[in-house]
């Protein structure tokens, strides 16, 4: 049977989501805990919706996994007490046909949040950014029109072998919270690696001045990675959803992600 795991998570002490040798990840210890408490040999994989960076958090994630004549309601009452403090099980439950945590997903939501403003819930300093300098959301907006739509994005992307950078970004839209907070929506079909943090380190280097909103459709034609966009911090990244299609078109969506894109024309 293919379980579906909707998961939330602090990433604060997690060096990201995917198992490392020798390092504490999120799939570490969810593959750890299952192990546990089904009594298995070895853990059984887990498939996430997006292999998040070390120090970046999850409201949203959704992973599966295939196990044998497992209950899932049992499975999850056994695993949250299993599970570390920073982790918590949102749901888990029988997987329909078809489908695939990572493939058959249509897009990813994103939140980054920062603040530019002194002041601030110090009790929120593990999830939002302080930045020093004063930022012009509507430049910062501007910028990002430059950018949605489906493009090449390896300008903003950490490149490995193999592996397309290609995307269809379909939201980036930053705003100003009644509390002072920048707030920035983010929607991808996909994500390659660092991606979100290097858009917004483009986004909020016009929101300071230092260059037009066009600069970032010139960094995004280059097609190359620029010493002048910063990845920004993780820990003000949070995935906050995984969007999937209906039940009878997940196995149709998952074939379509397998192949690999080619650039627009």
């Known amino acids: 049977m293919r379980i579906r795991l909707d998961l939330a998570y602090d990433g604060s002490a997690f060096h990201g989501w995917a198992a490392q040798p020798g390092l504490r990840t999120v799939q570490g210890e969810v593959e750890a805990a299952i192990a ?9 994989p887990l498939t996430c919706a997006g292999r998040t960076d070390a120090g ?16 899932p309601e049992t499975l999850a009452r056994r ?3 299993f599970l570390p403090d920073d982790v918590t099980l949102v749901a888990c439950s029988p997987a329909p046909p078809g489908f695939d945590a990572r493939f058959s997903a249509t897009e990813r939501r994103y939140v980054y949040r920062l603040r530019d403003t002194p002041g601030g819930d110090p009790l929120t300093r593990g999830f939002v950014v302080a930045h020093r300098s ?3 959301v ?4 501007a910028a990002a029109e430059h950018l949605v739509g489906e493009h090449d994005f390896a300008s903003f992307c950490k490149q490995r072998e193999g ?17 002072g907070l920048v707030a920035t929506t983010v929607r991808a079909d996909a994500f390659c690696h660092s991606m979100v943090r290097s858009l917004m380190g483009a986004l909020v280097a016009v929101g300071e001045g230092r260059y037009e909103a066009a ?21 003000g990244l949070v995935l906050e959803e995984v969007v999937y299609p209906p ?3 997940l196995a149709a969506r998952a074939a379509e992600a397998r192949n690999v894109r080619t650039a627009p024309e």
């Open 36 to 44: 546990t408490v089904l009594r298995l040999d070895s853990p059984a």
């Open 56 to 71: 970046v958090h999850a409201r949203g994630q959704v992973a599966h996994v295939d196990l044998d004549g497992v209950d």
């Open 79 to 81: 695993l949250q007490r």
């Open 134 to 136: 004063s930022l012009d």
């Open 138 to 141: 509507a430049a910062m907006a």
């Open 163 to 179: 592996a397309t950078t290609i995307r269809t970004l379909l939201e980036l839209r930053p705003e100003r919270l009644p509390d």
């Open 215 to 235: 600069w970032a459709g010139q960094i995004l034609a280059a097609t190359e990675r620029d010493p002048r966009v910063t990845v920004m911090p993780a820990h």
């Open 247 to 249: 039940d009878d078109q």
